[in-house]
C-alpha cells in the first residue's frame, strides 16, 4: 500500500486553489484500495501566521468541513488535527537538531520575508520569528512521523518537500544504523493544476487577497468573487488570448479535456468576458454544487466534527506513539529501567 499524506494551514477560508491544488486530488486517491490516506489539519502552523485565536477555531472547522463535504470517509482516511498529536512537536524538536541552519536559509518564505525588509531598508530579520524560520522542520516532521510516501500539494510546497527529503536523509544516516528510520517522501503534482490563479493572475492565495472561496457564502460568495477577475480590455465580439488568460486557466480546473477546447474556441471567436465569466461559475457550480449542503450540515454541526477528528488522532496515534519511542531509543533518549 502507499502512504498519501496532506495537510492544510488552518489560517483561513478554503479557497479554489486549495480544493484544485491539494483536496481534490487527495480525496481522489483515498478512494484507491492501495492507498493508505493520512489528512490533516495543521494547526500548529497556523499559529505562525495568526495571533488570532478565534480565527483559527473558525478556519479549522471550515476546513474540517470542506474535507468531508468533498468526500473525504473518515472511516477509511486518518482524519486528524496536528495539535491532537503530541509526538509531532517532539520528532520536530529531534529533526531540528540535524538541520543545518545554512538549508533554513534558503527557504522561499523566509527568503521572502528578508527581501522586503532589505527594500524597505529595515533589519533584515525584522517581524521573522524562529517559527516562520523553522516551518519546513514542522512540515518534515508532520510528513515523516506518518513515513509518509506520497505528498499531494500544490507547486508552492515543491521546496518544502526537498527539504523534508534532505532533513529525513541526514537523519538516517546518523541514527539509522544501516536501517532506514524515514521513508523519503515525493510531492505529487497535478500538472492540469500546478499552481491555480487568483482574481490578479498571481497565485492564488490567501495572503494576496485573491481568491475565490470554496463554499462560505454559497454560490453568491463565488459568482461574486468572479466577477472580480482581472481580464484584458478587449470588447464582445474581438478574439481573446485564451493561453495567457487566467480565466481560462481556472476554466480548464473545472472542466473536461472537451469542454476546455470548445470554451477556448469560444473565446478565440470573441465570447465576450462577462459571458465567458458566467460559463465558468456554472462549471464550478456543476461540480461544487452537490457538496455545498454537505458542507453547510457539517458547519453547523462542531460537535460531530470533533468526535470525527477524535476518533483519527486515536488512529494517528496508534502508529505515532510506538514511533516516537523507536526514534526517542534510536537518538538515545531510552529510559534505564
Ligand atoms: P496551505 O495551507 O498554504 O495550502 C494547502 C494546500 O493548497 C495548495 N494550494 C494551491 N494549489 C494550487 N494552486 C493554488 N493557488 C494553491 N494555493 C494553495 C498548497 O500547495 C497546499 O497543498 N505548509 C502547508 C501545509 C502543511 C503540509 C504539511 C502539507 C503543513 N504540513 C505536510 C503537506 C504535508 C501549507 O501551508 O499549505
Not at 41 to 48: G, M, N, R, S
Not at 178 to 201: K, M, N, R, S, Y
Not at 267 to 284: D, F, N, Y
Request: overall charge negative; hydrophobic content about 40%; charged content about 25%.
Amino acid at each position: 500500500n502507499t502512504r498519501v499524506l496532506t495537510g492544510i494551514t488552518t489560517t483561513g477560508t478554503p479557497h479554489l486553489g486549495n480544493y484544485a491544488g491539494a483536496i481534490r486530488p487527495s480525496i481522489q486517491a483515498s478512494t484507491r484500495s492501495d492507498v493508505d490516506a493520512f489528512y490533516f489539519l495543521a494547526d500548529y502552523h497556523a499559529l505562525i501566521k495568526c495571533d488570532d485565536p478565534q480565527r483559527i477555531a473558525r478556519s479549522r472547522l471550515e476546513i474540517a468541513a470542506t474535507w468531508l463535504a468533498a468526500g473525504l470517509d473518515p472511516e477509511r482516511v486518518t482524519f486528524y488535527r496536528q495539535s491532537d498529536i503530541p509526538e509531532i512537536p517532539e520528532l520536530c524538536w529531534m529533526l531540528s537538531c540535524v538541520t543545518p541552519k545554512g538549508l533554513m536559509n534558503r527557504a522561499h518564505a523566509y527568503k521572502a520575508a528578508v527581501d522586503q525588509n532589505v527594500a524597505k531598508n529595515t533589519d533584515e530579520d525584522d517581524g521573522v520569528t524562529m517559527g516562520l524560520f523553522s516551518y519546513p522542520v514542522l512540515m518534515a516532521a508532520d510528513i515523516l512521523m506518518f513515513n509518509a510516501q506520497k505528498v499531494p500539494v500544490g507547486r508552492d510546497q515543491i521546496q518544502h518537500l526537498e527539504m523534508a527529503r534532505d532533513i529525513a536523509q541526514r537523519f538516517n544516516h546518523l541514527y539509522g544504523r544501516g536501517e532506514e528510520l524515514f521513508v523519503l517522501p515525493e510531492v505529487q503534482i497535478d500538472d492540469e493544476v500546478a499552481t491555480l490563479p487568483g482574481l490578479d493572475g498571481r497565485k492564488m492565495s490567501k495572503s494576496y487577497d485573491n481568491t475565490i472561496p470554496l463554499f462560505e457564502g454559497g454560490s453568491k460568495a463565488m459568482r461574486a468573487a468572479v466577477k472580480r477577475i482581472v481580464t484584458d480590455s478587449r470588447g464582445p465580439g474581438e478574439p481573446k488570448d485564451a493561453e495567457n488568460s487566467h480565466l481560462f486557466t481556472l476554466y480548464r480546473a473545472f472542466a473536461t479535456p472537451e469542454q476546455s477546447a470548445a470554451f477556448r474556441k469560444a473565446l478565440e471567436e470573441g465570447l465576450a468576458w462577462g459571458e465567458a465569466k458566467e460559463q465558468l461559475c456554472e462549471r464550478i457550480d456543476a461540480e461544487l454544487g452537490p457538496m455545498r449542503d454537505r458542507y453547510e450540515d457539517f458547519i453547523a454541526r462542531p460537535q460531530r466534527i470533533e468526535e470525527i477528528l477524535q476518533a483519527g488522532a486515536e488512529k494517528a496515534r496508534r502508529l505515532s506513539v510506538p514511533f516516537i519511542e523507536r526514534l526517542r531509543e534510536a537518538v538515545g533518549l531510552r529510559r534505564s529501567t
